[in-house]
Every structure is written in structure tokens, then in C-alpha cells.
Nanobody
Framework: QVQLVESGGGLAQAGGSLRLSCAASGRAFSSYGVGWFRQAPGKEREFVAAITWNGVNTYYADSVKGRFTISRDNAKNTVYLQMNSLKPEDTAVYYC????????????????WGQGTQVTVSS
């Protein structure tokens, strides 16, 4: 069992930055791949980024590639999402999720979810 808690959301101006954290508790978190997803009002949840259990491999949605960076510190049981050059269309609730296995981009493939953190980007 893995419990996930997101933090770091808030209000940012367009062009600004935020760093989200996903803190995990439970056994063997370092064995889990982690993904970030987001859901804007009236829209379906969408994939943002993912990282393998050892941090070696990462994958990004085209909409955030070059602006967002996912990383992890297994000693701290934490995964980060550094978001730079924010745009108003990045406004959403951001969720982290964990699963055993290779990088996955579909939300139904993830076993554990956090409660989400709101990110609002003003123009």
C-alpha cells in the first residue's frame, strides 16, 4: 500500500514557475513508477509526465515538454514536478499516481493516487 500527498500548488503568473511535490508513505516506494496527471474544469484528466522507479527514464506530454521536469529523490520518498514558463492553459488540479512497472501514460494503469493540488496560472 502506498499513500501519496501532493503539495506546492498555488497561484502563479504566466511565465512563472511552481514546483509540485508528491510525498509517499508506505513500503517500497522506490519500486514504483510515478506519474503526474492534471484535470482542468470540464475536461478529462490528462497525462503530464512520468518517471521510472530509479529515475533513469522520464516521459512527457507534448504540451509540457521543454517546460516541465519530473524528478525523484527516493531517499526522501518524494517525486517532484518543476513547472516553468507556465501558461494559463496549465491551470488544473494536479495529481500524482504510482504503479509498479514501466512508464505508463494511461490513468487507469495506476494503482495509487493522491488527493490533488490546485495550480492556477493567471495571464
Amino acid at each position: 500500500q502506498v499513500q501519496l500527498v501532493e503539495s506546492g500548488g498555488g497561484l502563479a503568473q504566466a511565465g512563472g514557475s511552481l514546483r509540485l511535490s508528491c510525498a509517499a508513505s508506505g513500503r517500497a516506494f522506490s519500486s514504483y513508477g510515478v506519474g503526474w496527471f492534471r484535470q482542468a474544469p470540464g475536461k478529462e484528466r490528462e497525462f503530464v509526465a512520468a518517471i521510472t522507479w530509479n529515475g533513469v527514464n522520464t516521459y512527457y506530454a507534448d504540451s509540457v515538454k521543454g517546460r516541465f521536469t519530473i524528478s525523484r529523490d527516493n531517499a526522501k520518498n518524494t517525486v517532484y514536478l518543476q513547472m516553468n514558463s507556465l501558461k494559463p492553459e496549465d491551470t488544473a488540479v494536479y495529481y500524482c499516481a504510482a504503479e509498479l512497472g514501466i512508464i505508463r501514460v494511461e490513468d487507469y494503469e495506476y494503482d495509487y493516487w493522491g488527493q490533488g493540488t490546485q495550480v492556477t496560472v493567471s495571464s
